[in-house]
């Protein structure tokens, strides 16, 4: 099976511009959920989606949003970037179909790192 | 809230062993894993266990965790150049689709 994948692999956008990431899951998997990486804040959670549906958000502002398709892939958008929204964008994805932690498990693609100048 | 936490730096020469030390606070965690991240890449599922075990050995790697006190160690045995990496524990909240990571711990192997 092909892993998750990610596009664009890097980003250089200017302050004030949005952006989308695309992240395409597993096949078969049908949660999808974005992280940001930083070297201040570490790994943090922004949101997850399934089944076309966002049913988790983490603490960021609204200018991050997010959404998935019938297909499962998502997209991941942010607006009016700011100069502390450069980071590595990672994508997880994982299967959920059952109960139980196995189905839990999050694969992560190689991620979108985003320069914003 | 949940909170992951381990310690930032680990050296250890050629062929030693390696340990690497988390602890968690979310006790409805069914599942904890660790995860390597080498430079510029994503993150690289290594091992999980399922929280009713005590421990779990997959070639290399073992994985012990002792429930009642939160704490989750990863043993890397015969520590290779190639083991250089960032190692994360994380856990994941049931049927949510959400981790939950500790800030990482570098991992420098010295020949």
């Known amino acids: 099976k092909a892993g998750v994948t990610q596009t664009p692999r890097y980003l250089i956008k200017t302050r004030g511009q949005q952006v989308t990431l695309s992240c395409s899951p597993i096949s078969g998997h049908r949660s999808v959920s974005w992280y940001q990486q930083t070297p201040g804040q570490g790994l943090q959670f922004l949101f997850e989606y399934f089944s076309e549906t966002q049913r988790n958000k983490g603490n960021f502002p609204g200018r991050f949003s997010g959404r998935q398709f019938s297909n499962s892939r998502s997209e991941m958008n942010v607006s009016t970037l700011e100069l502390g929204d450069s980071a590595l964008y990672l994508c997880?994805?994982?299967?959920?179909?059952?109960?139980?932690?196995?189905?839990?498990?999050?694969?992560f693609g190689p991620g979108t790192r985003l320069t914003v100048l | 809230g949940e909170d992951v936490e381990q310690s930032l730096f680990l050296s250890v020469r050629e062929g030693d062993s390696s340990v690497i030390n988390c602890t968690y606070t979310?006790?409805?965690?069914?599942?904890l894993y660790w995860y390597k991240q080498e430079p510029g890449a994503g993150l690289q599922l290594l091992t999980y266990?399922?929280?009713?075990?005590d421990m779990k050995q997959d070639q290399r790697l073992t994985v012990l965790l002792n429930k009642k006190d939160k704490h989750l160690s990863l043993r890397i045995a015969d520590t290779q150049t190639g083991d250089s990496a960032i190692y994360f524990c994380a856990e994941t909240s049931p049927n949510a689709g959400k981790s939950t990571f500790g800030d990482g711990t570098t991992l420098t192997v010295k020949p």
């Open positions: 997880a994805s994982s299967q959920l179909t059952t109960s139980g932690g196995g189905a839990d498990t999050q694969y």
């Open positions: 266990i399922f929280s009713n075990m």
């Open positions: 979310d006790s409805s965690s069914t599942y």
